[in-house]
């Protein structure tokens, strides 16, 4: 039997025992997960979860705590949460991500299947529970899974920092980027470099043989830049035909180095569909960030660098004095 507290009038004890049925049976019908977790992350009850398409079964975590599942920096979170919503009576509300694989008192098949490495994001909406039959104070957590939604913000992202014609990213995701990483280099004293690439002779090719051509030229060009760089780097479309690839860890012999490797694998471009007698080349400045440099000031010294291998003849790499 429930105990009514002595200090709350019995007809309102009622009143938010029925509430709370009504709650826990809703919950029952509904498609998401939900838990009953007492102020020490001890799971006391598993409602619901019927959509198995995005929810696991978690009956198997009832009497264990959340230490016990999850690990440890999101089980410490998660009951700071739990106990904040207790005091408060207030609800609280989280954005994670979780991995099946990640939460080690989920049935094997659940932990090794197909989906147990894919990341799933939840939105958790804890509240108190009050009058729950438990020795302990309890709370409800509501979990929904909002992957799909977290999955098209992705993408809307991916597609405002992404230049739409070559797939390599944008002006504005290099500068955000960009500023990190001088932030980091300067924090950490990495080196941190920069290559301004321009493309040889572009108005000719388009004037000449049109501008699918030049599309065409763009995209093979980018294509075979970003097989030879790193996961670190970032290859970015800064104008017409000029490019910027920001190179983290990477000092000046670095990037000079990469550069000649741009220049040959430029060289072998081939467009056999529009011009087959184009030999594209590219010219590519190479700076390396200062000790008090801004972004701004090393981009400078890149394009300093750039004009200077164009007046030199191009088809060739120039490091900034």
Not at 170 to 192: D, G, I, K, M, S
Request: aromatic share 6%; charged share 30%.
């Amino acid at each position: 039997m429930e105990r009514t507290p002595s200090t709350v009038p019995r007809a309102d004890y009622d009143a938010v025992c029925a509430e709370r049925d009504q709650l826990l049976t809703l919950l029952h019908a509904l498609p998401d997960i939900s838990f009953v977790l007492d102020e020490h992350g001890l799971y006391v009850q598993v409602i619901g979860g019927a959509n198995e398409a995005l929810y696991v079964r978690g009956q198997s975590l009832i009497g264990h705590t959340l230490h016990d599942a999850l690990p440890e920096p999101l089980a410490d979170q998660c009951l700071k949460l739990v106990r904040t919503a207790i005091e408060s009576g207030e609800l609280q509300t989280i954005e994670y991500c979780l991995r099946a694989a990640d939460v080690s008192l989920l049935p094997e098949d659940a932990r090794r299947g197909e989906d147990a490495f894919a990341e799933q994001w939840f939105e958790g909406r804890i509240l108190s529970l009050r009058s729950y039959e438990h020795s302990a104070r309890v709370a409800l957590w509501v979990a929904v899974n909002i992957t799909p939604r977290k999955q098209l913000e992705h993408y809307w992202q991916e597609v405002a920092h992404t230049d739409s014609l070559t797939g390599v990213s944008n002006r504005q995701r290099l500068f955000e980027r960009a500023h990190t990483e001088v932030e980091r280099a300067h924090r950490h004293r990495h080196p941190l470099s920069l290559l301004e690439l321009d493309f040889d002779h572009f108005k000719r090719l388009n004037d000449r043989h049109g501008h699918a051509a030049g599309d065409e030229a763009l995209r093979r060009i980018t294509q075979a830049c970003r097989e030879i760089l790193r996961d670190s780097d970032l290859m970015a479309r800064i104008g017409g035909e000029e490019f910027a690839i920001l190179l983290p860890e990477t000092d000046a012999h670095g990037a000079v180095d990469l550069a000649t490797r741009i220049l040959n694998t430029v060289r072998e471009v081939r467009l056999p569909d529009f011009a087959p007698e184009v030999r594209p080349t590219v010219s590519i400045g190479c700076a390396t960030l200062r000790d008090d440099d801004s972004f701004d000031q090393l981009m400078r010294r890149a394009d300093e660098a750039l004009y200077k291998a164009k007046a030199n003849g191009r088809d060739q790499a120039c490091p900034y004095p």
